[in-house]
């Protein structure tokens, strides 16, 4: 039998398994809006409009996430209630249920699990399974407003939240015991927050972005927001170079900003589609410390065994 060369063997394998991801299916790096009257507007990087979704709810539509499977679930607040859309943006009905007040933020941990945030009544965050069936009930002894906006750390154990105050506080995701702030009263009115992979934090703050460091320090506020009168969602881009932040105000302004650097990369206002604020940012294939990646149709990998050649790992596109 011939002998096939190693690169020719790789390079069959790697063509057997590319595909381009179904029509209609959410891309990496499109940009999803919480627009208000329960709906999110999908954008493509470059602010051209792609697609409405509807929850048939009348609620504000505030943090979304997407699960390894690709589904979008959004927080709808005043509705009490949390609606998941398939890749293509099926609405697939809720998920979950015993919002007390206001469920304002969502994400997915490593096995699959959601935690939300509420930004009223027992301030609660919620645990549920991939089904939708609670877990646990997690209470903090401290609050601004409530646990409006969440994030969890990458092993899994503790969870960082901002209710609209200057500190940002964490929580025990496994006991649920309140744990040290991770700082202290040096925000302005701080919304979403995204943990980085230094164990910093970027924090949309009403009229600026802040980054922190790994122990809780400034060390630097993003400005230049032409127009936007109050900085309240907040995501990373898959790039992992960039982040995205928008306006609930007037303005309806999204923009995509540069973390070294702070330049604006691109900015629009979602006005120009009928939507009536900014109140979530998710972008698809979003870095999440914590969580499962996103649902990100690439990078994935392929682990084939070939008689005579052993393990050889692909990297492919995911194909739905």
């Not at 997915?108 to 509420?118: E, H, I, M, P």
């Not at 027992?122 to 906006?149: A, C, E, M, Q």
């Not at 006991?175 to 164990?199: C, I, M, N, V």
């Not at 900085?231 to 995205?244: I, M, Q, R, V």
């Given at each position: 039998?011939?002998?096939v060369?190693?690169?020719a063997?790789?390079?069959?394998a790697?063509?057997a398994f590319?595909?381009?991801?179904?029509?209609?299916?959410?891309?990496?790096?499109e940009?999803?809006?919480?627009?208000?009257?329960g709906?999110?507007?999908?954008?493509?990087?470059?602010?051209?409009l792609l697609?409405?979704?509807?929850?048939?709810?009348?609620?504000?539509?505030?943090?979304?996430?997407?699960?390894a499977?690709g589904n979008l679930?959004?927080?709808?607040?005043?509705?009490?209630a949390?609606v998941?859309?398939?890749?293509?943006?099926?609405?697939?009905?809720t998920?979950?249920s015993?919002?007390?007040?206001?469920?304002e933020?969502?994400?997915?941990?490593?096995s699959?699990?959601?935690?939300?945030?509420?930004?009223?009544?027992?301030?609660?965050?919620?645990?549920?399974?991939?089904?939708?069936?609670?877990?646990?009930?997690?209470?903090p002894?401290?609050?601004?407003?409530?646990?409006?906006?969440?994030?969890?750390?990458?092993?899994?154990?503790t969870l960082?939240?901002?209710?609209e105050?200057?500190t940002?506080r964490?929580i025990?995701?496994?006991?649920?015991?309140?744990?040290?702030d991770f700082?202290?009263?040096?925000?302005?009115?701080?919304?979403?927050?995204?943990?980085l992979?230094?164990?910093?934090?970027?924090?949309?703050?009403?009229?600026?972005v802040?980054?922190?460091d790994?122990?809780?320090?400034?060390?630097?506020?993003?400005?230049?927001?032409?127009g936007?009168?109050?900085?309240?969602?907040?995501?990373?881009?898959?790039?992992?170079?960039?982040?995205w932040t928008?306006?609930?105000?007037?303005?309806?302004?999204?923009?995509?900003v540069?973390?070294?650097?702070?330049?604006?990369?691109?900015?629009?206002?979602?006005?120009?589609?009928?939507?009536?604020?900014?109140a979530?940012?998710a972008?698809?294939?979003e870095?999440?410390?914590?969580?499962?990646?996103?649902?990100?149709?690439e990078?994935?990998?392929?682990?084939?065994?070939?008689?005579?050649?052993g393990a050889?790992?692909f990297?492919?596109?995911?194909?739905?």
């Amino acid at each position: 039998m011939k002998k096939v060369p190693f690169s020719a063997v790789a390079i069959l394998a790697c063509a057997a398994f590319t595909c381009s991801p179904a029509a209609g299916d959410f891309v990496k790096g499109e940009v999803f809006v919480g627009a208000g009257s329960g709906q999110v507007f999908v954008y493509s990087p470059t602010g051209d409009l792609l697609q409405k979704l509807s929850s048939g709810l009348s609620s504000e539509t505030t943090g979304m996430a997407f699960d390894a499977s690709g589904n979008l679930y959004s927080t709808n607040f005043q509705a009490n209630a949390i609606v998941k859309f398939d890749g293509s943006g099926n609405n697939l009905g809720t998920f979950g249920s015993g919002f007390n007040a206001h469920p304002e933020s969502i994400l997915f941990d490593k096995s699959g699990n959601a935690f939300v945030g509420q930004a009223d009544g027992t301030h609660s965050i919620l645990k549920f399974d991939s089904n939708g069936s609670l877990l646990k009930t997690i209470t903090p002894t401290s609050v601004d407003r409530g646990t409006d906006w969440i994030d969890l750390s990458a092993d899994q154990t503790t969870l960082y939240y901002a209710g609209e105050g200057p500190t940002i506080r964490t929580i025990s995701a496994v006991t649920g015991l309140q744990g040290p702030d991770f700082e202290t009263g040096k925000g302005s009115q701080q919304f979403a927050l995204r943990l980085l992979s230094d164990g910093g934090i970027l924090v949309a703050n009403g009229s600026n972005v802040l980054r922190y460091d790994s122990s809780g320090n400034i060390i630097k506020t993003y400005t230049g927001f032409t127009g936007a009168s109050e900085l309240f969602a907040l995501n990373l881009d898959p790039d992992g170079k960039s982040f995205w932040t928008g306006d609930i105000g007037g303005s309806t302004q999204v923009f995509r900003v540069d973390i070294a650097t702070g330049d604006i990369l691109t900015h629009w206002a979602a006005s120009k589609d009928g939507a009536s604020e900014v109140a979530g940012v998710a972008v698809f294939g979003e870095i999440t410390q914590g969580g499962p990646g996103g649902g990100v149709p690439e990078p994935g990998t392929i682990l084939l065994t070939i008689s005579g050649l052993g393990a050889l790992v692909f990297k492919r596109k995911f194909c739905r």
